[in-house]
């Protein structure tokens, strides 16, 4: 094509200046030949659009990750206008310090992670989880240099972030917040009550009291229900560092929701007393919901199943029956390896024939008759391998699952728990099917569920596909001292199931028991007639303090197909809200109530826990500094050559006719033509 360019020049150049009899002298004659010709190539060749290659050069700085911890326990100490006044100046001259060597990149966290929020020590809870589980996954492909982690060490909710650093390819640099000074405090640690009581008006509290420099005090702690005084109970502290459980019995407390608080005495020159009360709520229901387990033989599964349900449901076992399927009048169904060759399988069947609505949990095992199962229900299907036997599948918690809510905490632990043993085979699902666990089989996570949701028809179903659930219950109290954790995934599995769905196209959802200072987040939607979500009329809702009456109103904000409103935070106290939407169809309303606790979470443990931060920072690599020395960290970071910008070189195409030198040439080379031919009597 550069050839061909050159021929049209050539001709043209030719034409005008060397075939026809010549106007101008020889030399003028030659110079004008050299102009038109060059200009005629630099034309034809510029409608060819030909590109220059280039390339460019691009240097980016190392990312310094600044993570800082926003939990009002920091500044629920003597020291706390140092942290108030003096400490964001310093904070700030720290990132300035900074910004010329690194990309520096701030976030905050308390119970979420924030980018770029200025701390103000106004969060409730501390989770370390978001830091070390986002940051390194968000940052992975990029050019992390460290994470300097500003935090007093104290944790409230989650695990232990030791044992989250093994996806942190990057040093941890911490800087250690807070007093670690003793003093005199006394606080109420750890309170174990159950928030619904069925079946009685009696209930246990058991309340853990911590007592540090109060050797030789006399203590009382005090017991109230709705503001009267049921109990006091004494104590002497023994040692500087003590620790007492204390129980109490609530006696004939009565249907309905009851405010309960226990709070103690103070110590001697104690200068937080956040912690030496807490507010709590339970509801008492006093008929219990009854719960059948129909078994095709004695098993463990079945005792781990009571323990975990015994205290809030009737819970009744049969391997085997004799009369009607009619007699039996249970809120839910258990079924343990059933259908299998058992006379119990058969009113099983039957029992779920005559009553279409009755929740129903199926446990599968090695001898549970699939196909029969399979023709009991259209929720989902199970196949079995030809060759029979069962495998280990670990669980592995479905982070996309809504159906109800598991903290980070309880999701650790579930994640840990041990095989099932389940049946080789196919597995298909229902679209209406939610799974709350995966399989997890040699290291490998499949697509099929340990536990699943359904619906089929009007029941409500869940499928645990399975044995061996008392070894989950094992494994809880051997690791974490309690049955925690596997009684709230029973527990809540089970409740659930058997809460009727009131087909209310308007739902919403809030926290049922939220800390003071804490914003209060309503989320909603709403279903048409087509079971499609729609927030074209606008949702009002109203909050009502039950004690003093106080009314708020808001309007949710349309976000997406959903509905969505912060209503901020309230005092402490019960509230009942009312949400109302105007439909074509006409109004509908949907009720509930959430609960204000006060008594600050932060404020349970005051001391700084700087060896926490220290491990953090020795197992990633990174050092631990002190707010003092903050700007000799900043030096530190500033001089170190372990961080080295990345330059980045790419190869850069751009067309010639976009270059200004080109066009300027070209008319400079037409001027110098047309002026030669008119000094030479042309025109």
Same mark, same amino acid.
């Given at each position: 094509?550069?050839?061909?360019c050159?021929?049209?020049?050539?001709?043209?150049?030719?034409?005008?200046y060397?075939?026809?009899?010549?106007?101008?002298?020889?030399?003028a004659?030659?110079?004008?030949?050299?102009? $038109?010709?060059?200009?005629v190539?630099?034309l034809?060749?510029?409608l060819?659009?030909?590109?220059a290659?280039?390339?460019d050069?691009r240097?980016?700085?190392?990312?310094?990750?600044?993570?800082?911890?926003?939990s009002?326990s920091?500044?629920?100490?003597p020291?706390?206008?140092f942290?108030k006044?003096?400490?964001p100046?310093?904070?700030?001259?720290f990132?300035?310090a900074?910004s010329?060597?690194?990309?520096?990149?701030?976030?905050?966290?308390?119970?979420?992670l924030?980018l770029?929020?200025?701390?103000?020590?106004?969060?409730?809870t501390?989770?370390?989880?978001?830091?070390?589980?986002? %940051?390194?996954?968000r940052?992975?492909?990029?050019?992390?240099a460290?994470?300097?982690?500003?935090?007093?060490?104290?944790?409230n909710?989650?695990?232990?972030?030791?044992?989250?650093?093994?996806?942190?390819?990057?040093?941890?640099?911490?800087?250690?917040l807070?007093?670690?000074?003793?003093?005199?405090?006394?606080s109420?640690f750890?309170?174990?009550?159950?928030?619904v009581?069925?079946?009685r008006t009696?209930?246990?509290?058991?309340?853990?009291?911590?007592?540090?420099?109060?050797?030789?005090?006399?203590?009382?702690?005090r017991?109230?229900?709705?503001?009267?005084?049921?109990?006091r109970?004494s104590?002497?502290?023994?040692?500087?560092?003590?620790?007492?459980?204390?129980n109490?019995?609530i006696?004939?407390?009565?249907?309905g929701t009851?405010k309960?608080r226990?709070?103690?005495?103070?110590?001697?020159?104690?200068s937080v007393?956040?912690?030496?009360?807490r507010?709590?709520?339970?509801?008492?229901?006093?008929?219990?919901?009854?719960l059948?387990?129909?078994?095709?033989?004695p098993?463990?599964?079945?005792?781990?199943l009571?323990?975990?349900?015994?205290?809030?449901?009737?819970v009744?076992?049969?391997?085997?029956?004799?009369?009607?399927?009619?007699?039996?009048?249970?809120?839910l %169904?258990?079924?343990h390896?059933?259908?299998s060759?058992?006379?119990?399988?058969?009113?099983?069947?039957?029992l779920?024939?005559i009553?279409?609505?009755l929740?129903?949990?199926?446990?599968?095992?090695?001898?549970?008759?699939?196909s029969i199962?399979?023709d009991?229900?259209t929720?989902?299907?199970m196949g079995?391998?030809?060759?029979?036997g069962?495998?280990?599948?670990?669980p592995?918690?479905?982070?996309?699952?809504?159906?109800?809510?598991?903290?980070s905490?309880m999701?650790?632990?579930?994640n840990?728990?041990?095989?099932?043993?389940? $049946?080789?085979?196919?597995?298909?699902?229902?679209v209406?099917?939610?799974n709350?666990?995966?399989?997890?089989?040699?290291?490998v996570l499949?697509?099929?569920?340990?536990?699943t949701?359904?619906s089929?028809?009007?029941r409500?179903i869940?499928l645990?596909?399975?044995t061996?659930?008392?070894?989950?219950?094992?494994?809880?109290f051997?690791?974490?001292?309690?049955?925690?954790?596997?009684?709230?995934?029973?527990s809540?599995t089970?409740?659930?199931?058997?809460?009727?769905?009131?087909?209310?196209?308007l739902?919403i959802?809030?926290?049922?028991e939220i800390p003071?200072?804490?914003?209060?987040?309503?989320?909603?939607?709403?279903?048409?007639?087509?079971l499609?979500?729609?927030?074209?009329?606008?949702?009002?809702?109203?909050?009502?303090?039950?004690?003093?009456?106080?009314l708020y109103?808001?309007?949710?904000?349309?976000?997406?197909?959903v509905?969505?409103?912060?209503?901020?935070?309230?005092?402490?106290?019960?509230?009942?809200?009312?949400?109302?939407?105007?439909?074509?169809?006409?109004?509908?309303?949907a009720?509930?109530?959430?609960?204000i606790?006060?008594?600050s979470i932060e404020?349970?443990?005051?001391?700084?826990?700087?060896?926490?931060?220290?491990?953090?920072?020795?197992?990633?690599g990174?050092?631990l500094?002190f707010p003092?020395?903050m700007?000799q960290?900043a030096e530190?970071?500033?001089?170190?050559?372990k961080?080295?910008?990345?330059?980045?070189?790419?190869?850069?195409?751009?067309p010639l006719?976009?270059?200004?030198f080109?066009?300027?040439?070209?008319?400079?080379?037409l001027s110098?033509e047309?002026l030669?031919r008119k000094g030479?009597?042309?025109y």
């Amino acid at each position: 094509m550069f050839g061909l360019c050159l021929l049209v020049a050539l001709i043209y150049a030719a034409l005008l200046y060397s075939v026809r009899k010549p106007v101008f002298s020889r030399n003028a004659n030659i110079i004008l030949f050299a102009l $038109r010709f060059i200009v005629v190539f630099l034309l034809a060749g510029l409608l060819l659009n030909p590109y220059a290659k280039g390339t460019d050069k691009r240097t980016e700085k190392p990312i310094l990750l600044l993570a800082h911890d926003n939990s009002a326990s920091i500044i629920i100490n003597p020291d706390s206008a140092f942290y108030k006044r003096q400490y964001p100046e310093a904070y700030n001259q720290f990132i300035n310090a900074l910004s010329s060597r690194f990309q520096v990149e701030t976030y905050s966290f308390g119970s979420r992670l924030s980018l770029n929020a200025q701390p103000d020590f106004s969060e409730q809870t501390t989770d370390f989880g978001p830091v070390f589980k986002s %940051l390194p996954s968000r940052y992975q492909r990029n050019n992390v240099a460290a994470m300097v982690l500003f935090s007093d060490g104290i944790y409230n909710t989650g695990i232990n972030p030791v044992f989250l650093l093994s996806e942190t390819f990057f040093p941890v640099y911490a800087v250690a917040l807070g007093d670690t000074s003793l003093r005199p405090d006394l606080s109420i640690f750890d309170l174990r009550y159950n928030k619904v009581v069925t079946g009685r008006t009696d209930f246990p509290v058991e309340a853990t009291i911590h007592v540090q420099m109060g050797k030789d005090q006399n203590v009382e702690a005090r017991l109230f229900m709705n503001n009267k005084l049921l109990e006091r109970r004494s104590f002497r502290v023994t040692s500087d560092r003590f620790s007492i459980p204390l129980n109490f019995l609530i006696r004939d407390a009565g249907p309905g929701t009851h405010k309960l608080r226990i709070e103690t005495d103070t110590l001697p020159a104690e200068s937080v007393v956040l912690n030496n009360f807490r507010d709590f709520y339970v509801e008492v229901v006093v008929e219990k919901q009854k719960l059948l387990i129909m078994a095709a033989s004695p098993h463990p599964d079945l005792g781990a199943l009571v323990s975990a349900l015994e205290t809030n449901y009737e819970v009744e076992i049969m391997y085997d029956r004799v009369g009607k399927a009619e007699e039996l009048s249970p809120d839910l %169904l258990v079924l343990h390896q059933l259908p299998s060759a058992t006379n119990i399988s058969s009113v099983a069947s039957e029992l779920i024939k005559i009553k279409p609505d009755l929740p129903v949990l199926v446990i599968t095992g090695v001898i549970t008759n699939l196909s029969i199962l399979n023709d009991m229900q259209t929720a989902f299907r199970m196949g079995a391998a030809q060759q029979a036997g069962s495998i280990e599948a670990y669980p592995t918690v479905n982070e996309n699952f809504n159906l109800f809510s598991l903290n980070s905490d309880m999701v650790a632990r579930i994640n840990q728990f041990p095989p099932l043993m389940v $049946r080789a085979g196919g597995f298909q699902q229902s679209v209406s099917a939610t799974n709350l666990i995966l399989q997890r089989i040699r290291g490998v996570l499949m697509p099929h569920p340990l536990i699943t949701f359904a619906s089929d028809g009007e029941r409500k179903i869940a499928l645990i596909s399975g044995t061996g659930i008392w070894r989950w219950r094992q494994y809880d109290f051997l690791n974490n001292n309690s049955h925690e954790a596997f009684n709230t995934l029973v527990s809540k599995t089970i409740n659930y199931l058997i809460v009727r769905d009131e087909r209310n196209p308007l739902r919403i959802q809030v926290s049922s028991e939220i800390p003071v200072n804490t914003d209060v987040r309503f989320e909603a939607e709403l279903i048409n007639k087509s079971l499609e979500r729609i927030n074209d009329p606008e949702l009002e809702i109203e909050v009502v303090q039950t004690e003093t009456g106080l009314l708020y109103t808001f309007v949710f904000n349309r976000i997406g197909d959903v509905y969505q409103l912060n209503a901020g935070r309230f005092e402490e106290g019960l509230y009942k809200y009312t949400g109302v939407a105007k439909m074509a169809e006409g109004t509908v309303t949907a009720e509930g109530s959430f609960r204000i606790a006060a008594g600050s979470i932060e404020a349970r443990s005051v001391f700084a826990d700087h060896g926490l931060l220290g491990q953090v920072a020795q197992a990633t690599g990174g050092k631990l500094f002190f707010p003092e020395n903050m700007m000799q960290l900043a030096e530190e970071l500033n001089n170190s050559e372990k961080f080295k910008s990345v330059v980045h070189f790419s190869d850069r195409f751009e067309p010639l006719i976009k270059w200004p030198f080109i066009l300027i040439l070209i008319v400079l080379l037409l001027s110098a033509e047309w002026l030669l031919r008119k000094g030479s009597g042309s025109y």
